[in-house]
T-cell receptor
Framework: AQSVTQLGSHVSVSEGALVLLRCNYSSSVPPYLFWYVQYPNQGLQLLLKYTTGATLVKGINGFEAEFKKSETSFHLTKPSAHMSDAAEYFC????????????FGQGTRLTINP | EAGVAQSPRYKIIEKRQSVAFWCNPISGHATLYWYQQILGQGPKLLIQ????????DSQLPKDRFSAERLKGVDSTLKIQPAKLEDSAVYLCASSLDVAGTGELFFGEGSRLTVL
């Protein structure tokens, strides 16, 4: 079955530290991959996406993600966390076979410690 | 450019009552989505429209939920009768493309509490 898994519902890092949020999907065919961020009481905002081409994609606010087909992963990273990065992050996958709906992971809440 | 507009932002009702949510997508966006986001979970697609036609409503509880997009612009999502488990944020989103590679633009959501 096609699914999206985010490892860790809560991640806490210190300000200035590396941020790593994990996302894995299950599909035999490479899908389209997205990361969205949600600040409190707001809608979701696109951080970055991978559809084709270069597997390392850069997004807004210094975030980037790498599509690794062999690992069926699309982990989100940022070299140095800022207090304003505290939010909920969602990995989303649009599978290119079958029902092509956009499926979201369960989310990872990122907390930044001063 | 105006974003996706949703109303109301908050609604509290008792179980078995009805509620309706309204969404106005970004001008020119052909595709409109309604997602349900339960606390602590990721958004779940309820229904997807392309213009005024339904593309996917496989996860819409059709015995109590209905949605329409009559003129291919704004949309209404209705719940009747509401159950306790319907307490969630209902997110509307729109996108310009139909190929699936484009960005979804989300509204701020309508938070429903069913007592």
């Amino acid at each position: 079955a096609q699914s999206v898994t985010q490892l860790g519902s809560h991640v806490s890092v210190s300000e200035g530290a590396l941020v790593l949020l994990r996302c894995n999907y299950s599909s035999s065919v490479p899908p389209y991959l997205f990361w969205y961020v949600q600040y409190p009481n707001q809608g979701l905002q696109l951080l970055l996406k991978y559809t084709t081409g270069a597997t390392l994609v850069k997004g807004i606010n210094g975030f980037e993600a790498e599509f690794k087909k062999s690992e069926t992963s699309f982990h989100l990273t940022k070299p140095s966390a800022h207090m304003s990065d505290a939010a909920e992050y969602f990995c989303a996958v649009r599978f290119t076979q079958g029902a092509q709906k956009l499926v979201f992971g369960q989310g990872t809440r990122l907390t930044i410690n001063p | 450019e105006a974003g996706v507009a949703q109303s109301p932002r908050y609604k509290i009702i008792e179980k078995r009552q009805s509620v309706a949510f309204w969404c106005n997508p970004i001008s020119g966006h052909a595709t409109l989505y309604w997602y349900q986001q339960i606390l602590g979970q990721g958004p779940k697609l309820l229904i997807q429209f392309q213009n005024n036609g339904v593309v996917d409503d496989s996860q819409l509880p059709k015995d109590r939920f209905s949605a329409e997009r009559l003129k291919g612009v704004d949309s209404t999502l209705k719940i009747q009768p509401a159950k306790l488990e319907d307490s969630a944020v209902y997110l509307c989103a729109s996108s310009l493309d139909v190929a699936g590679t484009g960005e979804l633009f989300f509204g701020e959501g309508s938070r429903l509490t069913v007592l």
